[in-house]
């Protein structure tokens, strides 16, 4: 704990010195339309804050009422993405963040993302966009093993994934400025959970179409805005994940939106995708909300030891309510699989 702490002390710094400067350039200026199809017809579906990290600041994302796109308004700019991706997937949360993507759940959906392949061609290359530490890939070439699989990533995780071995390659930057350079050597682009934290999803499809040979295959999985467990869970529901989720996508915009971009697309998914964790992450959210922060850099200074004593306790307090409820996601999940309940949805499109 004393690492922990220095570690957090040396981070400090950085977080007070920009967050004196205030919140505002953390955010682009607000849209007046959508970004999806230029309606003028926007509505709020909900005010957040960071329910992850507990960082500063309040999100609200807006509702498309016109063709139902979902997006934050106003959107984080680079300098929020900065600030709030930090300490999250590497850093102080790359413990965490390790042991999350290694878990028995995250193997069950990597080997449902591999099987979800299996009607077609084996592939010889396969880019996994958005890889992180690289999980999938270690996982997916049981099921695929004369296939190259490849990593691209924004952060440093991908070279932890090739120092592994759990990636061939590895390319460390964004998609959209990558993908020339990668033109045409790919049988497969996988995008899982990436699309809706881009800025411009658009742009990401054009990009999978670059990298990707003729007859190639791309395969998306995002959240399903239109779950009906988003509706029953407000603002509490996981997949929201404010303020990372730029954009969420309902199905029949992605698969206008792709084949717009010189796709067919060949197969969708509900059932596979889902992530049976969604009462136990609805009450994460409400118990990080209510209890005093952890010792954190971006706080101005360390909590005093009454204040972490009492997190600790509440915490225990709260473990057994917490394995109850992921008891019942799990049990659920049969029912939420073949429901609007189901959390998440997979298209597989066939660049034409």
């Not at 992180?132 to 952060?155: I, M, N, V, Y």
């Not at 440093?156 to 990636?167: D, H, N, S, W």
Request: hydrophobic share 40%; glycine share 8%.
């Amino acid at each position: 704990m004393r690492a922990h702490a220095k570690r957090v002390a040396a981070r400090r710094p950085l977080y007070t010195e920009e967050l004196e400067r205030g919140l505002e350039s953390f955010f682009e200026p607000r849209r007046t339309t959508c970004p999806w199809c230029a309606s003028w017809h926007l509505s709020v579906r909900l005010r957040t804050g960071d329910h992850v990290q507990g960082k500063p600041g309040t999100f609200v994302v807006e509702e498309c009422l016109d063709c139902g796109h979902l997006f934050q308004n106003p959107h984080l700019s680079e300098d929020g993405l900065r600030f709030y991706y930090r300490d999250c997937y590497e850093g102080l949360g790359e413990g965490t963040m390790a042991r999350l993507g290694s878990s028995p759940l995250a193997v069950r959906l990597y080997r449902s993302r591999a099987r979800a392949l299996a009607p077609f061609p084996r592939p010889s290359r396969w880019l996994d966009v958005g890889t992180g530490h690289g999980h999938f890939c270690a996982e997916a070439r049981r099921s695929h093993p004369h296939t190259a699989f490849h990593g691209l990533d924004r952060g440093q995780g991908v070279e932890l994934a090739l120092g592994c071995g759990r990636v061939a390659a590895a390319y460390q930057g964004t998609f959209t400025a990558l993908a020339s350079s990668l033109a045409g050597r790919y049988d497969v682009v996988s995008m899982f959970h990436y699309l809706e934290h881009t800025t411009a999803p658009r742009l990401e499809l054009r990009a999978a179409r670059t990298a990707l040979r003729h007859g190639g295959y791309l395969m998306i999985e995002v959240p399903d805005p239109r779950s009906s467990a988003a509706r029953i869970l407000g603002r509490w529901w996981g997949p929201w994940l404010q303020p990372q989720h730029l954009h969420l996508i309902p199905l029949h915009n992605l698969c206008r939106a792709l084949e717009a971009e010189g796709f067919t697309v060949v197969a969708t998914d509900r059932r596979g995708p889902h992530v049976p964790t969604d009462l136990t992450s609805a009450a994460a959210n409400i118990l990080t909300a209510l209890l005093p922060s952890a010792d954190v850099p971006w706080l101005p200074r360390r909590p005093g030891p009454f204040t972490r004593g009492g997190r600790a306790l509440a915490l225990a307090a709260a473990a057994p309510v917490l394995l109850v409820l992921f008891g019942l996601d799990v049990l659920l999940a049969p029912l939420a699989r073949r429901t609007r309940l189901s959390n998440a949805y997979r298209v597989v499109a066939r660049r034409d």
